[in-house]
């Protein structure tokens, strides 16, 4: 029996790593969807034939309540939602993997791994990386969450001596868990998780909410390492692969973000950015006049433009502007205007955030490029319709080495004949840097929210 | 009579010779047996060595496959991934009513938040999916 669950939990593992080879394109994505979850149920039966497990009744309940709920909450959630939904996923994850930590350490005899009070050196190192990874996971999201959902500050909450802080307390926890090591102590196991848990929030709320898709997926990937620190206290390889693909998919997703913003995932880390600094360039640019324009003048010049490239930010989430959006380039195909849609890397608040809304509002996913392989296309562009989105297409970011933001790849939008900034106010965008762009000739400010601006756009069309 | 009870005293002392022997064999198979298997698991690698083996091998594979993931579909990976480090409920199961001590209700809720996000992240992803559909 052992032998057969170490084989089908290998094919589950297997299944696993085709659900993401699946999403190497959207054809192929809901085959390899469908792999993931074969691979689950196959991973979940041959649990429930292990002869050690007899308590169906719990077991069935459980996964029913659990089950149901997560069905609802999928089901009902809107698909702005999805970057707060994603992190509370995460400390979903994170507090079992402390769970299970907890019931592996109180009941060693279950898992093989030592007896009470004796368990074996091994178990006790990995058991305590996966509860505190775990714990981390746990309070880091639901504060990730709470910037998300709005329910916490977005801004950066820093205070004096707060890195130094982390470091003590991470130094404390290293102590403790061979303090643990040694003395086999349950009042050190659940200090150690206690420490793990303020942790998580100190680390997290130094970081401001642009910088939240580094952080989702950074979570995502603290998630996958918690679940291999319990794969291997529990000497189960599924646990070990899964996590490991899924650790490492988190972190390649956090190097592309932080790519795509030009900072080091360490700088990210330290938190305090889009505060108070780099209002420097703002004075010299007071007396410029920017050109404000109405929904008609803008209908006007897409309708007769050959060429429109739409760049959506995170203000088009916001205020729901995508199927709006998908309207209006209706409209201009109808007219005989090509339309595309550039997407920067950090455009949102996930990775691949535009994408998803925009696939909501029923957007052919071949009419979506991303930032490398539309940017050429700006400069034979009439029109940039640039709808809630701000420093991803500031030029600052190219010709300003005073920017905070310099060297961040950014969208050319500037290339284009016109460029049609969407946005709700002139303020400067997250990271507190003024756009030169909103002064430039070719540009015209449409002030206003996002999907009501769209709409009126839409209405001068069809007159 | 006489004759007859005497050989069957006999063959049953033969008998039991017998079983003494066959026990004393027994015993000495067992005494190989154990020192082979403790032999034998001196030799196996601890488990620690063929995790590590499996961890980063798979480090490298999971590495290889994402860095070929779309990036418009970015959103669902995190959807599948989140879905399918929930594969923790294999270990809360396990620990949920072990033979050895009783119900754990560490364990229980393990199962829970496990489902929730299983089916939650299985759920959504699909939505997501659902919408990059080739349109006409």
């Known amino acids: 029996m052992e032998n057969f669950a170490a084989l089908t939990y290998l094919a589950a593992g297997v299944l696993f790593i085709l659900a993401l080879r699946g999403l190497s394109h959207p054809e192929t994505a809901r085959q390899g969807l469908t792999f993931g979850m074969?691979?689950?149920?196959?991973?979940?039966?041959?649990?429930?034939?292990?002869?050690?497990?007899?308590?169906?009744?719990?077991?069935?309940?459980?996964?029913?309540?659990?089950?149901?709920?997560?069905?609802?909450?999928?089901?009902?959630?809107?698909m702005t939602a999805l970057p707060q939904l994603m992190a509370g996923f995460h400390s979903l994850v994170?507090?079992?993997?402390?769970?299970?930590?907890?019931?592996?350490?109180?009941?060693?005899?279950?898992?093989?791994?030592?007896?009470?009070?004796?368990?074996?050196?091994?178990?006790?190192?990995?058991?305590?990386?996966?509860?505190a990874i775990g714990a981390v996971t746990f309070t880091g999201s639901i504060i990730a969450w709470g910037k998300l959902q709005g329910r916490i500050s977005g801004k950066p909450v820093t205070f004096?001596?707060?890195?130094?802080?982390?470091?003590?307390?991470?130094?404390?926890?290293?102590?403790?868990?061979?303090?643990?090591?040694?003395?086999?102590?349950?009042?050190?196991?659940?200090?150690?998780?206690?420490?793990?848990?303020?942790?998580?929030?100190?680390?997290?709320?130094?970081?401001?909410?642009?910088?939240?898709?580094?952080?989702?997926?950074?979570?995502?990937?603290?998630?996958?390492?918690?679940?291999?620190?319990?794969?291997?206290?529990?000497?189960?390889?599924?646990?070990?692969?899964?996590?490991?693909?899924?650790?490492?998919?988190?972190?390649?997703?956090?190097?592309?973000?932080c790519k795509g913003m030009n900072r080091s995932f360490l700088n990210v880390i330290l938190g305090g950015f889009g505060g108070e600094q780099a209002s420097a360039s703002a004075a010299d640019m007071g007396d410029r006049q920017a050109k404000i324009g109405a929904a008609e003048d803008a209908a006007w010049i897409m309708k007769n433009a050959s060429k429109v490239i739409i760049v959506p930010g995170y203000g088009m989430a916001v205020a729901q502007a995508q199927?709006?959006?998908?309207?209006?380039?209706?409209?201009?195909?109808?007219?005989?205007?090509?339309?595309?849609?550039?997407?920067?890397?950090?455009?949102?608040?996930?990775?691949?955030?535009?994408?998803?809304?925009?696939a909501e509002a029923n957007v052919p996913y071949?009419?979506?490029?991303?930032?490398?392989?539309?940017?050429?296309?700006?400069?034979?562009?009439?029109?940039?319709?640039v709808i809630g989105a701000n420093d991803i297409t500031n030029p600052a970011a190219k010709s300003d080495s005073s920017s905070p933001i310099y060297g961040m790849p950014v969208l050319d939008v500037g290339k284009a004949k016109t460029v049609l900034f969407v946005k709700r106010s002139m303020g400067s965008g997250y990271a507190g840097v003024d756009n030169p762009l909103f002064f430039e000739d070719g540009t015209m400010m449409l002030l206003g929210d996002a999907k009501k601006m769209t709409e009126d756009i839409i209405k001068a069309m069809e007159s | 009579m006489a004759e007859d009870h005497r050989t069957l005293t006999e063959s049953a002392a033969d008998l039991a010779n017998r079983l003494q022997d066959l026990s004393e064999r027994a015993a000495d198979l067992a005494v190989q047996t154990s020192d082979v298997i403790s032999q034998s698991s001196a030799h196996a690698q601890p488990f620690i060595i063929t995790g590590l083996t499996v961890f980063v091998l798979a480090c490298f594979v999971g590495y290889h496959v994402v860095w070929r993931v779309t990036p418009a579909l970015h959103s669902p990976l995190m959807g599948i991934t989140n879905a399918i480090s929930s594969v923790i409920v294999v270990g809360a199961i396990i620990a949920l009513w072990p033979a050895s001590g009783g119900f754990s209700l560490m364990a229980f809720l393990a199962v829970v938040l496990a489902s929730v996000n299983i089916f939650g992240g299985f759920i959504i992803t699909r939505r997501m999916l659902h919408m990059f559909k080739k349109k006409a």
């Open chain 1, 38 to 78: 074969v691979g689950m149920g196959l991973a979940i039966a041959t649990t429930l034939l292990l002869p050690q497990v007899t308590a169906y009744v719990p077991i069935v309940l459980a996964i029913a309540i659990g089950g149901g709920i997560g069905a609802f909450i999928a089901n009902k959630i809107d």
């Open chain 1, 94 to 131: 994170g507090l079992a993997a402390v769970f299970v930590a907890g019931a592996a350490f109180n009941d060693p005899e279950a898992f093989n791994i030592g007896t009470k009070g004796d368990i074996h050196l091994a178990s006790l190192i990995e058991m305590s990386l996966g509860l």
């Open chain 1, 160 to 257: 004096g001596g707060q890195h130094q802080l982390n470091a003590f307390l991470g130094v404390i926890m290293l102590l403790m868990i061979i303090l643990l090591c040694v003395t086999g102590s349950a009042v050190v196991f659940w200090a150690i998780a206690l420490l793990a848990l303020a942790l998580g929030v100190l680390m997290i709320i130094p970081i401001g909410g642009a910088d939240m898709p580094v952080i989702v997926s950074m979570l995502n990937s603290y998630s996958g390492w918690a679940a291999a620190g319990i794969g291997f206290t529990l000497h189960n390889n599924l646990l070990i692969i899964t996590g490991a693909l899924v650790g490492s998919s988190g972190a390649i997703l956090s190097y592309i973000m």
């Open chain 1, 323 to 358: 199927h709006a959006l998908r309207e209006m380039a209706d409209i201009l195909k109808h007219e005989g205007v090509d339309v595309k849609y550039a997407i920067h890397p950090v455009a949102g608040r996930m990775p691949g955030h535009m994408n998803v809304l925009l």
């Open chain 1, 366 to 385: 071949d009419e979506v490029f991303e930032m490398e392989d539309i940017n050429r296309e700006f400069a034979q562009a009439d029109v940039a319709y």
